[in-house]
């Protein structure tokens, strides 16, 4: 078993930044992904940000400039950052932390998820 436990979730200004981190309880045998997913009040999950095991990145339209996803530490057991800058208020919502990877060379590619951090852009 692996936990996602994201932090960094705070209430900030239009125009202001945060970052937020996912940390990972254990390592896995192998990543596919790495990502960001958010859900505003009413409304679904979307996609935020996503970076391959490999290094290519991509992102939603609307944060693209803004937003950049990155990791640290062992590739096997990374933490997964996000850097926010220039927030809007329609950047308000709970973002998770997802991984697509193998947990152990006997499991088969599973997504895990964290519980999520809450961003809140208001003046």
């Known amino acids: 078993q692996v936990y996602l436990v994201e932090s960094g979730g705070n209430l900030v200004q239009p125009g202001e930044s945060l970052t937020l981190s996912c940390e990972v309880s254990r390592g896995f045998h192998s990543i596919a992904t790495m990502a960001w997913y958010r859900q505003a009040p009413g409304k679904q999950r979307e996609f935020v940000a996503i970076r391959d095991a490999n290094g290519p990145t991509n992102y939603t339209e609307s944060v693209k400039g803004r937003f950049t996803i990155s990791i640290s530490g062992d590739p096997f057991q990374p933490t997964v950052v996000l850097q926010m800058n220039s927030l809007k208020s329609e950047d308000t919502a709970v973002y998770y932390c997802?991984?697509?990877?193998?947990?152990?060379?006997?499991?088969?590619?599973?997504?895990?998820w964290g519980k999520g951090t809450l961003v809140a852009v208001s003046s």
């Open positions: 997802n991984i697509a990877g193998w947990l152990t060379d006997r499991t088969g590619r599973r997504n895990y």
